[in-house]
């Protein structure tokens, strides 16, 4: 009987893993904004696995200040996923596009740190994923009358690596402080 | 009488002994093998089902680790699609003027024609090439977004806070 319920309970934990695992899932699902493509004037569609990321590390040079910077940064990334679609007109997509990235993001795990509403620039909210006291990812979303644009950034972002990207490699200043981090926490 | 017959069986037999020993005697122990009860067969069922089970969830698991895999189409480089235009000329313009207006000020030409670590093959340097672009394209895109939410939730300098006076006086 004991032996019973040991098995049953491991059943259930089997059962139950993926689902734990869909929860706090980093990686966005963002087929559902596909649709916006043959609307969109144009789109930015990016998708770099780990794999990738690997590969791409390899093309980095350790002996240039700039680019080991960017290879240190992506270096415990897991993938990084954009999404990004500029209309000619406004309303070409709808409340329900965004809301099924917001409600994958509502999801364990997920906190929203900065939400900013704008009339010029639309609205724009940053998320960020916590495992413990670890960032386990991250993910921008972007939406005006003529631009929805998805980042999602999956692993350890290093927000101090990333604010000391700013002003390489095409990448703008961003005038993110090293002590911002803190004071938001 | 005697009580020996009773005690080491000498003596005189006692009727009533001997009857009384008779009527016991098949009680009497008798040396035989152990004959223990036949055990039941055991029944593999209940087993072999929460196996099946166990496998059933495991499969269920993988298809649908695979499927939901599957379903995230992952293509091998950026893609900047313009949409059908009326005026097919002026598409170019458009394309490049909106698509990355960062690019022209800071792409780094020191770096461009660098050569790849023999390690990797033809087409995995291509493909690596292809990441890499990509990668930096995101960190562009990722690093725009959070500048302005960065200009947006900093922008609490003197002279707006002077603006808003004014709109509300």
Known sequence: MKALFRINLILSLLIALPLVVQAQ????????????????????????????????????????????????????????YVRSFEFETEGQYSAADLQTIRTQLSGPGWTRMVNVTSKKEG?????????????????????????????????????DKLASLEGQFGVPELGIEKTKKNDEK | MKDDYLWDKTGQPDLE???????????????????????????YFPLLAIAASVLLALLAAGVWLRVRNQSAPQPQQAEVIPAPSPVEEKKPEQITSKVVPQEVVAVNHRHRHRPVPAALSKQEREEALLAKQQLMMALRLTTEKLSLVHRKTQNTTPANQIKNQHRVG
């Open chain 1, 123 to 159: 609205n724009l909210e940053v998320y960020l994923l916590f495992n413990g006291d670890v960032v386990g990812g991250l993910a921008v979303l972007h939406s005006d009358p003529k631009e929805i644009t998805v980042v999602n950034i999956v692993g350890p972002v290093d927000l």
């Open chain 1, 25 to 80: 899932d980093p990686r966005l699902q963002l087929n559902s904004l596909d649709h916006l493509t043959a609307k969109a004037n144009q789109t930015v569609d990016v998708n770099v696995d780990e794999r990738l990321m690997k590969m791409a590390s390899k093309l980095f040079n350790e002996k240039d200040v700039d680019e080991a910077q960017v290879k240190k940064l992506v270096a415990g990334l897991k993938g990084i």
């Open chain 2, 17 to 43: 002994i001997q009857e009384l020993e008779e009527i016991l005697g098949k009680l009497r122990y008798q040396p035989r093998p152990l004959d223990l009860p036949v055990s039941r067969q055991r029944s």
